[in-house]
Nanobody, 126 residues
Framework: QVQLVESGGGSVQAGGSLRLSCAAS????????MGWFRQAPGKEREGVAS???????SYADSVKGRFTISQDNAKNTLYLQMNSLKPEDTAMYYC????????????????????WGQGTQVTVSS
């Protein structure tokens, strides 16, 4: 089992930045895929970014060039640096993981992930 706890959400004006964190605990794996998802009111959950334990990353087109996913293995923590935020980025953001996993798909699919955090709210005002 893996437990995930997100933090770092909040309210920011358009053009601002936030950094989300996801602390992982429980079983340790050498090969895994972790990701960030978001869900806006009335919309389906969508994949935002993913990262494999080997370091390869994928991003949704809507956030490419603005968001950066990274990991600190020593701290068992996943990050999502969000810059140039837009009102349409407003959503509940979730951390997710699946392990063991030898790869992350190029397309970030909810069904591929087994463990989920409770989410952290991000609100971007215009």
């Amino acid at each position: 089992q893996v437990q995930l706890v997100e933090s770092g959400g909040g309210s920011v004006q358009a053009g601002g930045s936030l950094r989300l964190s996801c602390a992982a605990s429980g079983n340790r794996y050498n090969n895994y895929c972790m990701g960030w998802f978001r869900q806006a009111p009335g919309k389906e959950r969508e994949g935002v970014a993913s990262i494999h334990s080997a370091g390869t990353t994928s991003y949704a087109d809507s956030v490419k060039g603005r968001f950066t996913i990274s990991q600190d293995n020593a701290k068992n923590t996943l990050y999502l640096q969000m810059n140039s935020l837009k009102p349409e980025d407003t959503a509940m953001y979730y951390c997710a993981a699946v392990a063991p996993r030898g790869y992350c798909r190029g397309v970030i699919l909810e069904a591929d992930f087994a463990y989920w955090g409770q989410g952290t709210q991000v609100t971007v005002s215009s």
